[in-house]
């Protein structure tokens, strides 16, 4: 067993949002053109729901990229022009668009790419496999990851989770009232989702749960593999991995003191 560990981030999606407004997460008369400025400052990664709906100059990727102190990362939502077409091996086009629009210019601090899939998208072998292998590995230089999030019950088989591992593309654990959960570790680093807070709650969890999280981001950065979590395949290999942690949808308003707590929790403030 090793005992070196990948590091923990853990992060909201996106950074504007009204309720946060007003002294919930940003100060009262907080200006909202320097909102990103404070968000990044107190999580450590911010995943980017807009990159799903439309495209973005390669200034506004460097202007993220400035605004966010070292160390910080952006997981990207891929363009829903590559997931939601109805044949998955025929969107090497779109993919490319996408990668090719400007985001290596976060450098250092572009993290995974996230390929979501509709809660309708069923498992095809075949296809999802010829999907996996149209995702560049880098772009100009700068070394991409890639995680997949899929959210129909016929993705719980090792021949998913075998298909991914070939690829060395992550698989995202993703907690939620809504759709089964996979927690197969598939590469080089772990993504997990917490998509079930709760508003009664001011930290969107009980302590509890909160310690719970903060247990399953250490193990599975010394690459262990965490009790508990919905499995379909063998264990990993132990090797220290990245892991990163988002809270996300469910109760959103909560999202930033989740976050905060838990990284208070796994000490990586």
């Not at 997981?75 to 077409?85: E, G, I, M, N, P």
């Amino acid at each position: 067993m090793t005992d070196r560990k990948g590091a923990i981030r853990v992060g909201i999606g996106g950074w504007t949002y009204e309720p946060w407004r007003g002294g919930a997460f940003y100060p009262p008369k907080w200006p909202i053109r320097r909102e990103l400025e404070y968000a990044s400052r107190h999580v450590t990664a911010i995943e980017v729901n807009g990159t799903f709906y439309s495209g973005f100059k390669p200034a506004t990727f460097a202007g993220w990229r400035d605004t966010a102190p070292d160390g910080f990362v952006f997981a990207l939502k891929a363009s829903r022009y590559c997931v939601t077409r109805k044949v998955l091996a025929e969107a090497g086009e779109s993919i490319a668009r996408f990668v090719g629009q400007g985001i290596v210019e976060l450098g250092e601090k572009l993290g995974p790419i996230l390929w979501q899939f509709a809660g309708t998208r069923r498992f095809d072998a075949d296809d999802f496999g010829a999907f996996l292998k149209l995702l560049p590995s880098a772009h100009e230089g700068v070394a991409l990851r890639h995680a997949v999030h899929v959210r129909h019950e016929t993705f719980a088989t090792p021949a998913f989770v075998a298909l991914c591992r070939a690829a060395g593309v992550a698989i995202v654990y993703a907690r939620s009232d809504d759709y089964p959960a996979i927690a197969d570790v598939s590469g080089d680093f772990a993504y997990v989702r917490l998509e079930d807070a709760q508003e009664a709650e001011p930290l969107g969890y009980a302590a509890a749960g909160l310690d719970g999280f903060a247990a399953m981001a250490r193990d599975l950065a010394a690459g262990r593999t965490p009790d508990g979590l919905p499995r379909v395949a063998d264990p990993a290999r132990v090797v220290p991995r990245d892991t990163f942690v988002f809270l996300i949808n469910g109760a959103k308003v909560r999202a930033p003191a989740a976050a905060m707590a838990l990284l208070e929790r796994t000490g990586t403030v």
